[in-house]
């Protein structure tokens, strides 16, 4: 249980729900040991226990939600970048060949 905890709590929002798992197991017990009135009182917390780790969780996937787009955008950058070197490189081979063209047609010229 140590293990899948500690692997849950590697995950990108997963001590957000480590902590709610455990609020659920605190307040489950505090319901069933609170009898009618603690019981009582355990539930309204409990369910504003539950509606704040569903805004912590979703908050969470936002973030992450947020980072995976700046990623996006960053690798579309690169591939505008290495697609206008890609034509620069083919400009400047292109003229090359243009010039070495040019050359031997000069030289083809004289040689007659």
């Known amino acids: 249980m140590q293990q899948e905890a500690q ?3 590697a995950a990108s ?3 957000t729900l ?3 798992i455990g609020a659920v197991y605190s307040s489950n017990a505090d319901i069933y040991l609170g009898g009618l009135l603690g019981g009582t009182i355990a539930r309204v917390r409990q369910g504003t226990e539950t509606l704040r ?3 912590n969780v979703a ?3 936002l973030k992450v939600l947020a980072h995976q787009e700046k990623v996006e955008a960053f690798d579309r950058d690169c591939e505008q970048q290495k697609q206008v070197q890609q ?3 083919q400009q400047v081979h292109s003229q090359e060949t243009d010039q070495k063209q040019q050359a031997c047609a000069g030289d ?3 040689q007659q």
Do not use: Y
């Open 18 to 20: 480590l902590h709610c």
């Open 7 to 9: 692997r849950l709590a």
């Open 13 to 15: 929002f997963g001590v």
């Open 53 to 55: 780790c569903h805004l």
């Open 87 to 89: 034509q620069q490189q």
């Open 108 to 110: 083809t010229q004289l």
């Open 59 to 61: 908050g969470a996937a």
